[in-house]
């Protein structure tokens, strides 16, 4: 299960462009990283996880925007990696306005995950 942590300087991202980003990750990641040739690679937007956050006045960050996407590791998602955060970049591009700028980084993992 992909845990997505969003943060951003409310100063430069609006809450509407918070929510429509927000709201395009889930589909976006699953799309970008499912493994179909894995059965636990598999995604769909049910196993997104998304949790947003502010700066705050004592945060030092280079970007109005930060975009850390955990990902259980997989070769098959390991071999092409910047391919499917690009594509998870495009999906986030189309929402903003140009003069806003941010980044996706990508954490692959081990992990092991269980629901009860």
Known sequence: ???????????????????????LLPSAVARAFDVPEELDGRLTEKDIEVKTFEFNPYDIHS????????TEE??????????RRE?????IREQCPENVH???????????????
Do not use: C, H
């Not at 998602?77 to 391919?83: M, V």
């Open 63 to 70: 970007q109005p925007l930060a975009i850390i996407i955990r």
């Open 1 to 23: 299960m992909p845990w997505i942590e969003v943060y951003r300087d409310p100063k430069v991202i609006s809450g509407a462009l918070l929510g429509k980003i927000v709201s």
């Open 87 to 91: 594509t998870v970049e495009a999906a």
């Open 102 to 116: 941010g980044f996706v980084w990508v954490r692959p993992v081990e992990g092991s995950f269980g629901e009860f």
């Open 74 to 83: 997989f070769a098959a998602r390991r071999e092409n990696l910047k391919q």
